[in-house]
């Protein structure tokens, strides 16, 4: 199997250049100019490789090499390029360039697919337009529907359907759905995101299953007053409750019985947020995550009776907003065995793994059987300026993944 790494690195160089912030920094956020400039990139990149191209309403973007039995379910593979503020340049970018090369590998070869083989460029993998993720793979698994076109808005307020109308984007959202079935198999090449592969010195991950993630918010209401005028026996310092639930919430993810139970809370919002000035209000942004979904459900019902608790005793209101409760993710095993026949054929060494980022893997689960490639990444950092991954690793999990597409390609 021969990769062109020069081609390749050059290539994920040139896309980390398209960015609104300055190198080595990457910000692609979703249909902004540098998106839109981004896609067109990769469209001529994969119309010289000589792929047909199809769009749907919100995006996503689908590069199709015929297979000589077009009438069959086609497999396919993909990720995303956009990239949060402040961002690395391999996240989700290796699983779409990476795509695109394993490709023209087996073109260049003269391998010839039976299935067609499709690489899909997913809209809006990050959550830093509409505050949830996937929302391309969401409405192709039918996880989302075409609600989420007035739903959905953005931090300036804007609804999703009218981002997408102004970007060029249109069409009934309905329309993206694909029906389980549609391909034979999906298969997403990605960074670990994790240090486990670089510290083992294994080179290539075999993702066996995916976390569950929840997203929320909890918003605390107590009463504000002058630093120097309200004593202490009167106060109901919204602040001081969510310190106090912050630590809870700690305790009940290590506490859970598993250490695939992870708990994060990300955004503190204080008002008024004056030094002398007794904060009234506090907004939690957290972060829940398991492989076991059940478990997953335990603990977000532990952290809502521990705000319902903390509540009661310090004489405040409390509300919580959930945003999304997804489900874990199980491969496919059919997928991951044609990828470790892969690691073998290629004489590399594999390590199954939990994902432990959702990806747009976590819902094409519901269109395709799925699986997922890793390759190591530097210190295990990602959505950072640092972030990195060698072209050794990179090429080797090209080369795996070329192989899988190739036996998953052949009607049987």
């Known amino acids: 199997m021969k990769v062109d790494a020069e081609r390749l690195g050059h290539e994920i160089d040139e896309l980390a250049t398209i960015s609104a912030a300055r190198p080595p920094a990457v ?9 839109l400039r981004a896609r067109a990139w ?9 792929m047909a191209v199809r769009v749907d309403a919100v995006g996503n973007t689908f590069f199709r090499w015929e297979g000589s039995r077009p009438d069959l379910p086609a497999v396919a593979t993909g990720s995303h390029i956009d990239a949060i503020p402040n961002a690395g340049r391999f996240d989700g970018v ?3 360039l990476g795509g695109l090369e394993a490709i023209r590998s087996l073109r260049e070869g003269g391998f010839q697919p039976e299935r067609s083989i499709e690489l899909i460029q997913f809209t809006a993998e990050e959550p830093t337009r509409f505050g949830v993720g996937c929302v391309g793979s969401r409405l192709l698994a039918g996880v989302l529907n075409a609600d989420a076109d007035e739903k959905l808005r953005g931090g300036d307020g804007e609804t999703l359907r009218a981002v997408r109308t ?8 309905a329309t993206v759905r694909l029906p389980y079935g549609y391909y034979a198999a999906f298969v997403e090449s990605h960074i670990e995101q994790g240090p486990i592969l670089e510290r083992e010195g294994i080179p290539i991950g075999i993702v066996t299953n995916i976390v569950g993630p929840s997203s929320f918010f909890i918003t605390i209401d107590g009463e504000g007053g002058h630093a120097g005028g309200v004593l202490m026996p009167d106060r109901h310092d919204a602040l001081c409750a969510a310190a106090e639930l912050i630590v809870r919430i700690e305790g009940t993810a290590r506490q859970s019985g598993s250490t695939d139970t992870v708990a994060t809370v990300g955004i503190c919002e204080v008002h008024p947020g004056a030094i002398n000035s ?3 209000r506090v907004k939690l942004g957290v972060d829940l995550r398991d492989t076991d979904g059940k ?6 019902n ?15 209101q409390t509300s919580i907003q959930v945003l999304n409760a997804d489900e874990p993710a199980t491969s496919s095993p059919q997928v991951l065995a044609a990828i470790a026949r892969s690691c073998l054929e290629e004489g590399l060494e594999s390590r199954r793994i939990v994902a432990r980022a959702y990806h747009d893997s976590s819902f094409m689960v519901h269109v395709a059987p799925m699986a997922m490639i890793f390759i190591p990444c530097r210190g295990g950092v990602s959505h950072r300026p640092d972030e990195h991954a060698t072209m050794e690793h990179i090429v080797a999990g090209v ?3 070329a192989r899988t597409l190739a036996e998953l390609s052949s009607a049987h």
Request: some cysteine; glycine content about 8%.
């Open 295 to 300: 478990r997953r459900d335990r603990v977000l």
């Open 166 to 173: 102004k970007a060029g984007f249109d069409g009934d959202l």
């Open 94 to 96: 290796v699983g779409v």
């Open 278 to 280: 007794i904060p009234s």
């Open 399 to 401: 080369k795996v993944l």
């Open 27 to 35: 910000t692609r956020v979703v249909f902004t100019e540098e998106d």
């Open 42 to 50: 990769l469209k001529q990149r994969c119309a010289d490789a000589g």
């Open 302 to 316: 532990e952290i809502r009776n521990a705000t319902e608790e903390i509540a009661q005793q310090r004489q405040l």
